[in-house]
């Protein structure tokens, strides 16, 4: 394993660094690329020559296929997923609405001006957020121009979860027979599996964050330099793919403080892998925030509601959250009427600190299980109370000490997990929090699972039972999933819809498969009313609409973001899509008398459903002047 997770780690780091530096000579295209990928390829083969000059004991076996390890149902189960999710991955076109609405279409701008650049938009996430899983997709989308391969990178990050799990619980003093089921288990939670054939970008950090604990770890047991390394690279890549990740450096350090005196044996070397640690983290895109809006998150006016105004509001409202969506059932019909209900129950006081310090609260609940919003999952929260339960009743009975020093790690380490956490919740205030704190789970869970009930438990076959079912229930949902759906929900829904017509619950069912289904190309209708001649067409969207779509066929056109009050560069493109509702919000006449002003003919309207809850919005193509450029 350590061989795969080595070449996993570099070629990470150097798919980032690759676009960095490729931005900075403005070579980010298919010849760039390629000039990188024949330096890094040298670099490599240049590491292995040296590993290979040390003899066999500088040398690290390749891991070896053994199907006896999915001979048992846990492992099995989580065969059949990764298998499952890469089956939907390369079945379906990615339609992550967070991916489409701006981490795909900075690529396309990135691209089209040959590197990174700050980009005039009114989604100011293009140009906000960690760019780490964007850079890691560009070398795919330079040299096939298509979408299609990019859940290969989470598929590999999926893969990767168990054994690093398994390496940490055991390095910490967890007993191997809990390792080993906990390894297996909680892969299979919503968030982890659910994302495995997606392009979200939290499976991933996932991955990333228990590379660099074992990594620090593995360097202070052997005191071999190489794998510090490799844990600075793991944990700027982790800062990378997102800023909700940075609390997590804190038991990073704390793993690898011991460690840190190694730097002295190849100081110059080491200078240069922090650098690229810095390049690969999240620091480049705050230094860019911070010199575009004078914030390093580039939100100085809280524009986008993240931060919360006060930590006491933050902390409760993402415990209730997380609580929520922990304990939600894999199918919940009558969704919508439930978080009415939840949300009633709150005293009128929470509800007043929620509205004023928490706006993004959001109970969230869905019929099925959704990649943008899943935690832990019903089955594995179950578990966890089960098992929180049983190890307080067991300490009652027999209290005990923590009998070796790996133990202790382990307490201080979790520990230290839970206080990243309590940074987390009380600075953030996303309605994603079961989501964008996918990194943390496997670590919050270690000190209840280095309790003696652990080694008890595990023993159960009931327990073993409610594993396998909450594996299963993860594996139903990746099934069941409206993003990529394995089983032929088109011609289901249309049924049921025509035998039922008045069933609610059946149309929305239809309406969000339908969505899902268009979501890639949900702009289809819009750009086959403009020629093919037209390399450039401006955009008049609102802060979270689907670009990416009007850029088809990648390569031969681009989008040029443009305020509805410059009638000069309407001219000068001569194709405008406009989203009406941003031109004069509530107003019907606003509109046309824009229209008029303008100076603009409409080609087309057509309704556009992004979002079910939104539903249909019209959206219009406008031919300004003589429409030839």
Excluded at 511 to 525: E, L, P, Q, S, W
Aim: glycine share 8%.
């Amino acid at each position: 394993m350590i061989r795969v997770v080595k070449l996993w780690i570099f070629g990470s780091a150097a798919c980032v660094c690759s676009g960095w530096v490729l931005s900075a000579v403005h070579e980010a295209d298919r010849a760039g690329y390629l000039v990188m990928g024949m330096v890094w390829l040298f670099v490599l083969a240049v590491v292995y020559v040296r590993r290979q000059q040390k003899g066999p004991g500088g040398r690290e076996p390749w891991p070896r296929w053994k199907p006896c390890r999915f001979r048992r149902a846990l492992p099995l189960l989580f065969l059949v997923t990764a298998v499952v999710a890469a089956a939907g991955g390369a079945l379906h076109a990615p339609n992550n609405y967070d991916a489409l609405s701006y981490r795909f279409p900075r690529m396309l701008h990135w691209w089209s001006g040959l590197g990174w650049h700050w980009i005039v938009t009114p989604n100011e996430r293009m140009n906000l957020s960690g760019t780490g899983f964007e850079w890691m997709m560009m070398p795919f989308f330079v040299i096939t121009h298509s979408d299609r391969l990019f859940f290969l990178i989470n598929i590999a990050a999926y893969s990767l979860l168990p054994s690093f799990i398994f390496v940490i619980l055991i390095a910490v003093g967890v007993a191997r027979r809990v390792a080993w089921f906990w390894m297996w288990l909680l892969p299979g939670a919503l968030c982890y599996a659910m994302q495995a054939g997606s392009i979200s970008n939290d499976t991933i950090a996932a991955t990333y964050f228990m590379a660099a604990i074992y990594y620090a770890y593995h360097a202070r047991r052997t005191g071999a330099v190489r794998y510090l390394w490799l844990s600075f690279l793991a944990a700027g890549l982790l800062t990378g793919i997102k800023a909700s990740n940075l609390p997590l450096l804190l038991p990073i350090a704390w793993a690898m403080w011991p460690a840190l005196r190694l730097v002295k044996r190849r100081f110059a070397l080491g200078l240069g892998v922090i650098g690229v640690s810095v390049v690969v983290s999240f620091l480049p895109c705050a230094a860019m925030n911070l010199y575009h809006t004078g914030d390093w998150t580039g939100d100085p006016l809280n524009s986008e509601q993240i931060k919360v105004r006060k930590p006491l509001a933050g902390v409760v409202g993402n415990v209730l959250q997380l609580g929520l969506k922990s304990l939600e059932p894999p199918f919940l019909p009558l969704a919508h009427s439930v978080e009415i209900w939840v949300w009633n129950g709150f005293p009128a006081g929470l509800q007043k600190i929620l509205k004023d310090d928490f706006p993004r609260f959001d109970v969230g609940l869905k019929e099925l299980p959704q990649e943008e919003s899943a935690g832990l999952g019903g089955g594995i929260t179950v578990i966890v109370l089960i098992s929180i339960v049983f190890a307080c009743h067991r300490r009652r009975r027999n209290p005990g000490h923590l009998g070796n020093l790996a133990r202790r790690e382990g307490v201080i380490l979790g520990a230290l997990t839970w206080v990243s956490l309590l940074v987390y919740m009380s600075k953030m205030g996303s309605e994603a929090t079961s989501r964008l704190i996918a990194p943390y789970y496997p670590l919050l869970l270690l000190p209840l699972l280095l309790t003696s009930a652990q080694d008890w438990l595990v023993r159960k076959r009931w327990y073993q039972g409610l594993g396998v079912l909450a594996f299963l229930m993860a594996m139903v949902a990746v099934i069941l999933t409206p993003a990529r759906p394995l089983w032929p929900a088109d011609p289901v829904c249309e049924w049921a819809v025509k035998h039922f017509p008045e069933n609610a619950v059946l149309v929305r069912a239809r309406d969000i498969f339908v969505t899902y289904k268009h979501r890639n190309d949900v702009m289809a209708g819009l750009r086959r009313s403009i020629p093919d001649s037209v390399k450039v067409i401006g955009l008049i969207e609102g802060d979270n609409d689907i670009e990416a779509s009007l850029w088809r066929p990648y390569g031969t056109r681009r989008v040029a973001h443009i305020q509805a009050g410059d009638t000069g560069q309407m001219r000068e493109l001569g194709w405008v899509v406009v989203k009406n509702e941003i031109i004069a919000p509530g107003h019907p006449k606003g509109f046309e008398r824009w229209l008029e002003r303008s100076g603009g003919k409409i080609v087309t309207q057509q309704f556009v459903t992004e979002m079910v809850a939104a539903g249909p919005e019209v959206w219009s193509v406008i031919r300004f002047g003589d429409g030839l450029k």
